[in-house]
């Protein structure tokens, strides 16, 4: 492992000069859910439970854009080391037009029918009710949010995070004060409860939109095209389709996945507690894991690069192993620090302020200290799956290994420990992480093989 992490002068101030905008942007992303979390909780659980169920269509949207965008950075990437500037404007026409016309036909069957999906996704009618008027509006946001994360995404590619970091960041604050004025119906705004959360973030996404739409007419470092933005070209839309559509269905599939699990806790006995409890620790444990994200995303920016440039095979190898061990340091000590601020901080802080108290307090530990501890796993997962199997091309694998432990292993413990068991909130706990102790030695194994090292724009040069 020490071997692996010993590398040239320079190179882990590159790594994280790449990372830590990413990191900031997804923490300022992150943020975002747990701030409306938290506003919703002032209304009551009640209210809190039937935006987390909500959240749960929408958590599926949030996986789609995640993956038209990760999809579009494996040919970015590459492109950008062939220097390539015309291919990336082809490859930018096809993730916008074919992720705005998926999200756009979702956010249409959540705005018709709302209750319907509300009433799929728990045992309380009167929840789905309380739910629907945030589920109609909030999916057009992501229509929007589509657009202005390839954008970013493409930046990245290009070794530019910052900008993402800074539209997000502008947005994320927009639906603060939105959120607040909307929610609660401050300085003569209408008191709009659980729809203001939704209407704050359309507002916002609109906003950011606009923002990277001003940015792509007048960049200079990836000038946009807009011949070749919106005729792409046939030949791009297959290689996007190639090695971008399993990305895509990686991300879908995990994040509905990742929904049931929410589903699950909302058929328990104990429906608004776990709900309560969950919709907290999830965008909390995701606060945690916004390093290892930014990790993964600048790992995809040098592999792919690599790649790109024709470095030898041994070359890329030394660096995914790199990249991975660093990952698996920094999760580790993540998962330390945040282990100790749960007795610290969370138990007599956070869980009171989101109005967490006896059960609901008891299954956020819970939840807490099993989500914690897996860090070190989840961080390898994530570098390894989106960071190097994906800027490889990698990309069947890394469906495989991203998809399968949740839905063969993760999916049907949980389910038999939360309904048909009825066990406590450890065991429930324990098996909501059997993801990540399933992938951790599939991922290495992978990983070793160096059967995941592609060239996906065909070895052409511009």
């Known amino acids: ?26 923490l300022i992303t992150f943020s975002l859910g747990l701030i409306d ?21 929408v958590f599926l949207l ?61 045992n309380s009618h009167e929840r789905s009710l309380m739910g629907a008027p945030y589920l109609r509006l909030i999916g057009f ?30 947005s994320t604050l927009l639906n603060t004060g939105l959120n607040y004025l909307l929610i609660f119906g401050k300085y003569g705004f209408p008191a709009l409860g659980v729809e203001g959360a939704a209407v704050a973030t359309l507002l916002a996404r609109v906003s950011e939109f606009l923002i990277c739409a001003v940015c792509a007419l007048r960049s200079k470092i990836i000038p946009l095209n807009l011949g070749l933005f919106f005729r792409p070209g046939r030949d791009m839309l297959r290689r996007f389709l190639h090695y971008a559509s ?44 916004v390093v290892c994200f930014g990790l993964g995303a600048a790992a995809a920016v040098l592999i792919g690069k690599a790649i790109g440039e024709g470095q030898s095979r041994e ?37 009171p302020m ?43 694998w890394a469906t495989a290994l991203d998809t399968a432990p949740e839905w063969l292993v993760c999916l049907p413990v949980t389910a038999l420990a939360a309904l048909v068991l009825k066990l406590g909130c450890w065991p429930i706990a324990f098996a909501m992480q059997l993801e990540s102790v399933v992938k951790f030695p599939l991922c ?10 592609n060239d996906v724009t065909g070895g052409d040069r511009p």
């Open 246 to 289: 399993p990305v895509v269905v990686n991300e879908t599939v995990w994040g509905m996945g990742n929904s049931l699990l929410t589903v699950i806790l909302g058929y328990t006995d104990n429906s608004v507690e776990m709900l309560a409890a969950n919709a907290v620790m999830g965008n909390l444990h995701r606060l945690f894991l």
């Open 354 to 396: 989101f109005k967490l108290f006896g059960q609901s307090a008891e299954i956020a530990t819970a939840l807490a200290v099993m989500g914690f501890a897996s860090i070190p796993l989840s961080a390898c997962a994530i570098t390894t799956v989106t960071g190097v199997f994906r800027a490889g091309g990698d990309v069947f």
């Open 315 to 351: 070359k890329v190898m030394d660096l995914s192993r790199t990249l991975l061990w660093f990952s698996i340091l920094v999760g580790s000590a993540l998962a330390l620090f945040s282990l100790a601020l749960v007795p610290l901080f969370f138990i007599p802080v956070i869980f």
């Open 1 to 26: 492992m020490f071997k692996s992490l010993r590398r040239e002068p320079g190179f882990y101030s590159r790594l994280w000069k790449l990372s830590l905008p990413m990191i900031l942007q997804n």
């Open 141 to 170: 946001s992501y229509v929007f949010n589509m657009l202005s994360s390839v954008y970013a995404s493409a930046q990245r590619s290009v070794e530019r995070p910052n900008f993402g970091m800074l539209v997000f960041g502008f």
């Open 444 to 453: 290495l194994w992978r990983v070793r093989s160096g059967r995941w090292i």
């Open 62 to 122: 949030i996986s789609i854009v995640f993956g038209v965008q990760s999809g579009l950075g494996i040919l970015v990437s590459q492109y950008w080391g062939k220097g390539d500037i015309k291919s990336i404007s082809r490859a930018l026409g096809v993730a916008a037009l074919l992720g705005t016309a998926i999200t756009s036909a979702l956010a249409l069957v959540f705005f018709l029918f709302p209750v319907p999906v509300m009433d799929l996704l728990s």
């Open 37 to 57: 979390t938290f506003m919703v909780s002032r209304l009551g659980n009640a209210e809190m439970a039937a935006v987390s169920t909500a959240n749960v269509p």
